[in-house]
């Protein structure tokens, strides 16, 4: 029987690599909005973040979420993100 390969995607916080579905991703949609993708499926520009807070926090400092989004983010879309990563925990 043939193992199913695992996908791997690195957190943009903690820089660890993990399974795709314990992360959540966010997507810059092709009209510029920034939003998590619970689905795992919109269009557009992804990248993926932990469930924790403390990983949005250090992705943020860092502004590694503009830079693989392409973007600038603005505040208020960075506390909408922390509530939905609240809800999702």
Do not use: F, H, N
Not at 34 to 54: F, L, Q, W
Not at 56 to 63: G, H, I, P, R
């Amino acid at each position: 029987m043939k193992r199913r390969k695992i996908p791997l995607r690195t957190c943009v916080g903690c820089q660890e690599q993990k399974a795709k579905k314990e992360l959540v991703r966010i997507v810059r949609t092709p009209q510029g909005e920034v939003e998590i993708d619970p689905t795992g499926k919109k269009s557009g520009r992804g990248t993926y973040i932990c469930r924790k807070k403390s990983c949005l926090e250090q992705a943020v400092k860092a502004k590694r979420i503009e830079r693989s989004l392409q973007q600038s983010i603005s505040p208020a879309v960075v506390e909408a993100l922390a509530a939905q990563l609240a809800e999702e925990e």
